[in-house]
């Protein structure tokens, strides 16, 4: 990291204000759109270096100059305020309404009044697991669960979420699945997986677990509480 905001440093001069990005010239633009034809570019937006640019692609940032020539990835930090500009941008980026997510199709479990977040999840994920087992621990957290099966990494995750929706104790048979290894009977329901599929495409959801805050905000690490407490 060091290493790359030397490098930034010393090519590109600081030139205005952290807050002042915008959208790169029509030129700029349109030139390293060509070169980075491979990539699925969103935005490019000008940065707080001179003549360094934001390259949103997908759900990444990576940086460039005017030509696309060089292409960099890693995180730019203002040394001044101690602020992590790419996680800011990040942050902006991957908002998500929370107003349009179907709550229908999720696993509802956690307390009414309690801080509200949506978790897309794979039962055969090691990682989902070790957040379902952090989430036993916590209190006072409305959790809407989308099963969200990665079925080329985990052939088996599809069935097995089918099986948990038709479950009559949704939340405890995805417990019993992904805590105890529980073998469900076959699904015999319509279930929403397929739906939630197209959902986690539309919203740049590529991996598990992706949690979202109430106010849109994708979780990047840190205490989940206060994480939570921000989007009230």
Known sequence: MKTLLVLVTLLFPMSCAANETKIAPAGV?????????NMDIKTIQKTPFKGLYEVQAGD??????????????????????????????LAEVNRISWTELPLENAIVSGPEDGLKMAVFTDPD??????LEK?????????????LFPLIQLHPDAYEKSKSIWCAEDQ???????????K????????TPIDANL???????????PTIFSEDGRKYTGGNMQ???EQGK
């Not at 633009?29 to 034809?37: A, E, G, P, Y």
């Not at 405890?172 to 805590?179: G, I």
């Not at 197209?198 to 598990?208: D, M, S």
Request: with cysteine; glycine share 4%; aromatic share 8%.
């Open 29 to 37: 633009d349109k030139d390293i759109r060509q070169t980075l034809s």
């Open 60 to 89: 990444q940032i990576f940086y460039t100059n005017s030509t696309g020539q060089y292409l960099l990835n890693g995180q730019m930090f203002d040394t001044k305020t101690k602020q992590n500009l790419t996680a800011i941008r």
């Open 125 to 130: 994920c090691p990682y989902c697991v070790r």
């Open 134 to 146: 952090n989430l036993k621990k916590e209190t006072g957290i409305r959790v809407y669960t989308f």
């Open 171 to 181: 939340h405890q048979a995805m417990l019993d699945v992904m805590l105890d290894k």
């Open 183 to 190: 073998k469900l009977p076959a699904a015999t329901c319509d």
């Open 198 to 208: 197209e959902l986690a495409q539309k919203l740049n959801v590529r991996g598990t």
């Open 226 to 228: 206060a994480w939570l």
